[in-house]
């Protein structure tokens, strides 16, 4: 019995909610933009300002030899780094106490 009346209270309120959509208008309402007064117009633009402080502009062209950027970061080759992980692996891989369930 109280199921049966969950499931009617339940029906009732779904069917409540689903009247509500005619409240919805169906008119059509177009965004309008209102005018403002202060519109862009032409102007001077502001004078520049030197982000650098006091100091004059600099300009540089050329080439840079690849000794002035440094050296770079030196890569170990994988073929190695395996070898060296398969060493180690082999040093490591017997036990040294051996543990019995008797």
């Not at 030197?50 to 062209?61: E, F």
């Not at 050329?62 to 890569?75: I, R, S």
Request: hydrophobic share 35%; glycine share 6%; with cysteine.
């Amino acid at each position: 019995m109280k199921i049966t009346l969950f499931a009617l209270c339940f029906l009732c309120a779904s069917a409540a909610f689903g009247q509500t959509a005619s409240v919805l208008s169906s008119n059509v309402n177009p965004t309008t933009i209102q005018d403002h007064q202060a519109r862009a117009t032409e102007h001077a633009m502001r004078p520049e300002d030197n982000l650098r402080g006091d100091s004059a502009y600099s300009y540089g062209k050329g080439e840079q030899p690849l000794t002035d950027f440094g050296t770079g970061k030196v890569e170990i080759p994988l073929g190695d780094v395996a070898r060296a992980l398969r060493k180690t692996q082999a040093a490591n891989r017997k036990a040294t106490k051996v543990a019995t369930n008797d």
